[in-house]
């Protein structure tokens, strides 16, 4: 069975930094891309960053270029987002997905809070 | 980026009637290899999304049959052949065609 597990959400004050996990198993996790994708409380899904299969191409969307990283350990079956200079506008419940079918499996999602 | 719509916003069925949504790109989402990258989710009260149809008509593993996608280039829709209480919920359409990855802004289904 196929299952992404996030993990390292919190509350953090504006300007700090969290690393969100996603622990995948039940699958070859070398041989997917994958994916971070976020939602507001109350709001729609809107996609944040993606890996290609061995971590050699990331991709991030404007809102968050140049303060969030995407990586990954495929020895450890891990998906990671680290973040940094979070703002209040970065709150959001961050959910990691499988690329086979683009969004296949997701996970359970992780609640970050960014408030002072 | 691409700008995907979605309507209506919300719907309101009974149980065993049919239900459609409609989402329109602002781009086409045919690519050169033939495949049209646009997708459908739902996401439950409480739960995570999940994929329903993928490159606009197939069915993900373990989707009822009561679940169906048409379209092409630029206007697509979902359709539920008759809808149960399991179906409430946001569906979301998405174009993958290139990133970023949007969605439509979601149309929550309800049961009357």
Redesign the interface.
């Known amino acids: 069975e196929v299952q992404l597990v996030e993990s390292g959400g919190g509350l953090v004050q504006p300007g700090g930094s969290l690393r969100l996990s996603c622990a995948g198993s039940g699958f070859t996790f070398s041989n997917y891309w994958m994916y971070w994708v976020r939602q507001a409380p109350g709001m729609g899904l809107v996609w944040v960053s993606r890996i290609n299969s061995d971590g050699s191409s990331t991709v991030y969307a404007d809102s968050v270029k140049g303060r969030f990283t995407i990586s990954r350990d495929n020895a450890k079956n891990t998906l990671y987002l680290q973040m940094n200079s979070l703002r209040a506008e970065d709150t959001a419940v961050y959910y990691c997905a499988r690329g086979g079918r683009l969004g296949d499996y997701w996970g359970q999602g992780t609640l970050v809070t960014v408030s002072s | 980026d691409i700008v995907m719509t979605q309507t209506p916003l919300s719907l309101s069925v009974t149980p065993g009637q049919p239900a459609s949504i409609s989402c329109k790109s602002s781009q086409s989402l045919l690519q050169s290899d033939g495949k049209t990258?646009l997708?459908w989710?739902l996401?439950k009260p409480g739960?995570?999304?999940?994929?329903l149809i993928?490159e606009v008509s197939s069915r993900?593993s373990g989707v009822p049959d009561r679940f169906s996608g048409s379209g092409s280039g630029t206007d697509f829709t979902l359709k539920i052949s008759r809808v149960e209480a399991e179906d409430v919920g946001v569906y979301?359409c998405?174009q993958?065609i290139q990133?970023?990855?949007?969605?439509?802004?979601?149309t929550k289904v309800e049961i009357k």
Do not use: E, V
């Open positions: 990258y997708y989710y996401q739960q995570s999304p999940q994929l993928y993900f979301y998405m993958g990133l970023p990855l949007t969605f439509g802004g979601g």
